[in-house]
């Protein structure tokens, strides 16, 4: 009797000995799963081996989305572009361009090492798709980038495709004066007149910043680089232009408000020229917010610091409302008395924090004046 329960004891083991539990992204983890699987088995996923001992997730801690959306749009950084084949170390049959996307679909196990100007780089060749999905090829990953951030966005203006993506707040207005068109590659085109701000439809932008002509030379980034801006997309007058962003301003919030027998809207609008944040630079140095517009009977416009307005001065002011990195603006309790729209306007800037009063009204035109600043300096400025 003692032997047969021996021999059944060691058959039990020998059966469960290259049995191993591992997981997959795909299946829920509230359980562990059981099955078979040879030592060099790749995770489709995580690009790990799966032949690991006795894995258990806590379901509080699985975070599906990140293997779901492991593979996606990536960014070539390669100057003279990125050559794609018909298999890995095959034949050339597309070029992608520097900062175009690419959409990955598989990572293969194939790897590769080069050096390119002095510079080791490792990858693997990956597959992707061409022409928005209708042709796929392989590329080495090596160079490409998974965030924007690390693109130079003075190879962008010079060498990358134009690319259009679309807005979610299509309200808009353009500013009067004469503008240029340009075609999907930004060429010129020709030019339309605006006689005055007009409402516009905004159907969609480049996704970079580029400067109002491209092939102007780029002298100094640094002082040029706030003049950029995203080509926009417009519906004027029932007609399709592309315009540079400066000359387009978005609306992000409109308030209505009775004022002396008409009905008024104050209107808070960004531009498209160059934010504190871009897709390549995490903090530009440029300044960044939004305008305050008057939309009366008389239909759009700014609103003018009184102060500049007078003879002796050289430069006329509007009301703009700060948002970058050292620091920001906000306006609140608007209130209408008599001729009169009054604001409160609270401030953070690095030194501390603000507040001063507002007052907006019609002389001519629309003036602002601002009065009763405080300034509360919480901590030395360096």
Same mark, same amino acid.
């Given at each position: 009797?003692?032997? +047969? ?6 058959? #039990? ?52 989305? /990140? ?37 990955v679909i598989e990572v293969t196990d194939e790897e590769q090492t080069i050096?390119?100007?002095?510079? /080791?780089?490792?990858?693997? @060749? ?8 209708e042709e796929t090829g392989y590329v080495f990953d090596g160079f490409l ?31 009067? &004066? /004469?503008?240029? #068109? ?23 932008? $480049?996704? =970079? +910043? ?11 980034? @640094?002082?040029?680089?706030?003049? @950029? ?11 399709e232009y592309i315009v540079f962003g400066e000359n387009v301003l978005q609306? $992000? ?19 498209? !020229? ?10 530009? &140095? ?22 500049? $307005? ?8 509007? !009301? ?6 050292? &620091? ?22 690095? /030194? ?13 035109? @629309?003036? =602002? ?14």
């Amino acid at each position: 009797m003692k032997k +047969e329960i021996i021999l059944l004891i060691v058959i #039990m083991m020998l059966s469960c000995k290259d049995t191993k539990k591992t997981y997959s992204p795909k299946t829920s983890p509230a359980a562990t799963i059981e099955n078979e699987v040879p030592d060099n088995e790749i995770d489709a996923y995580t690009g790990e081996n799966v032949a690991h001992s006795e894995l258990d997730y806590d379901e509080s801690e699985y975070d599906e989305s /990140e293997y779901e959306a492991s593979w996606g749009g990536y960014f070539v950084t390669a100057q003279g572009g990125l050559l794609c084949r018909d298999a890995p170390g095959g034949e050339v049959i597309h070029t992608f361009s520097y900062g175009e996307e690419v959409n990955v679909i598989e990572v293969t196990d194939e790897e590769q090492t080069i050096i390119d100007e002095g510079e /080791e780089i490792s990858g693997n @060749w990956v597959e992707v798709s061409i022409d928005d999905g209708e042709e796929t090829g392989y590329v080495f990953d090596g160079f490409l980038a998974s965030m924007t951030l690390d693109l130079d966005a003075k190879k962008i203006a010079t060498l990358t495709p134009t690319v259009f993506i679309g807005e979610t707040n299509g309200k808009g207005v353009i500013l009067d &004066g /004469e503008h240029y #068109m340009y075609d999907t590659a930004l060429n010129v085109i020709g030019k339309i007149e605006v006689d005055r701000i007009r409402n516009v439809r905004i159907l969609n932008a $480049t996704r =970079f +910043e580029r400067p109002e002509r491209k092939e102007v030379t780029i002298y100094n980034y @640094w002082e040029e680089h706030c003049k @950029w801006a995203n080509f926009v997309t417009i519906d004027y007058g029932g007609d399709e232009y592309i315009v540079f962003g400066e000359n387009v301003l978005q609306i $992000t919030e409109s308030d209505t408000y009775a004022f002396n027998n008409e009905t008024i809207n104050l209107i808070h609008a960004t531009s498209f !020229l160059t934010k504190t944040g871009t897709p390549t630079q995490e903090l530009s &140095g440029c300044a960044a917010g939004y305008n305050v517009l008057i939309k009366s009977n008389e239909g759009y416009s700014f609103v003018k610091d009184a102060a500049s $307005t007078e003879e002796d001065s050289d430069e006329v002011y509007t !009301l703009f409302f700060e948002e970058n990195e050292y &620091g920001s603006d906000a306006i609140y309790d608007e209130i209408v008395k008599n001729d009169t729209l009054y604001a409160q306007v609270s401030q953070s800037f690095q /030194e501390g924090v603000g507040a001063y009063k507002l007052k907006i009204f019609k002389d001519g035109g @629309w003036q =602002f004046i601002e009065y009763d600043k405080t300034r509360d300096y919480e901590q030395e400025y360096n």
